[in-house]
């Protein structure tokens, strides 16, 4: 039902959330039961620890990059198990990938695939796994790949928004690449067509 109203109230409302990130981040925690005093392993398996093998599992759907970034079932359980092993979890792995199914993080495609149940989850996470690994970040913002990257680079900004570095970089080759136009405004000073040209009244205060 909470995603239900996430999607409504992106697509259907005449008034957009100001900061659509912040928005998700909040039916995430939702979808995950982040205060949910019964939540599965809630001693050590936090939610951060969720976010974080989320997000693992979306880049690996990225590298494997199959129709619709899916992963075949045994691929998306290995994921987990190599995740629970690398930070030291004794966990049992099907318990955790059924969890996140029966969240309706994921579902199940083609019989013996998983994906993402919505593809604005897909992107959330690998914005997480930006901020979560610094070098799958470098990869997203070079120069030769950060257009390919727009929802997570938007995603990410909304949720870190202290990173001035990466919108001083993006803002600098956005100057660059329109600098390619400078010559034409010499050209066309004085010749502008006047016919979209607003002239609004002196006392209109809504500006």
Known sequence: MSVSLFLWSTEHSDRKPINNAVLL???IEIILEKLNQDNIYRGSFDFTNKLQLLANIAQEMLVVSEENYSLLYSDYIKVIETYLAK????YETDKIADYFIRRKLFTKYQGNRIKFSQSCFFHFFLAKRMEF???FKDYVIAEENYCKYIPEIDYYTGLVRSDKELLNTIFNRFKLEFSKTDHVFPQIENKWDRFFIVK???DDSRY
């Open 133 to 135: 690994n610094s070098d």
């Open 25 to 27: 981040d909040i039916y």
């Open 200 to 202: 609004l009244k002196e």
């Open 87 to 90: 930070v030291g979890f004794d």
